[in-house]
């Protein structure tokens, strides 16, 4: 059992959306500034703001949807939106322990904000696994599962 995949990919979307909006209206209030995820990764690349706009949205889009729906769905408990919020937690610690490190932003955000910058971080990434799974929905037969039936 797996979610939709076409329905993975908007709610990727979406949830990155809904997650690029708040690092640039919701942080600022937090943490009285935005938090540029684009320029840090575009940096940590060796590029452009672009770059790492491009890197943000083909990871939040294509490749989490991705893990999502093959790989991580079925080892999560709960409804949909649980699975998704679960999603986005683990998202959240591999990029507080791993990528902002190697962002220069140091271990859990240390040195762009510390515990708020963190806090704000894990408040996006929540809202982007919550609408990902939400959106991606219900576990669907695997396609062997729904072709023996109808034999």
Known sequence: M????MKAIPGGLAG???MTLMMRF????????????????GN???GSWAIGMAAHLVNGVVI??????????????GPPLLRGVL?????????ETMVMPMAAAGFFSSEI?????????????????????????????EAAESTAGRA
């Open 2 to 5: 797996k979610p939709n995949l």
């Open 16 to 18: 990155t959306i809904m």
């Open 26 to 41: 919701v942080a600022p209030i937090m943490l009285g500034h935005p938090m540029d995820i684009a320029g840090m990764l």
């Open 44 to 46: 940590m690349m060796g």
């Open 64 to 77: 989490f949807p991705l893990i999502y729906t093959f790989v991580v769905y079925r080892y999560l408990p």
């Open 87 to 95: 999603w986005g937690a683990v998202l959240w610690l591999l990029a």
């Open 113 to 141: 904000g510390g515990a708020k910058a963190a806090f704000a971080a894990l408040m996006g990434h929540l809202v982007y696994g919550a609408l990902l799974g939400y959106i991606a929905g219900s576990a669907a037969p």
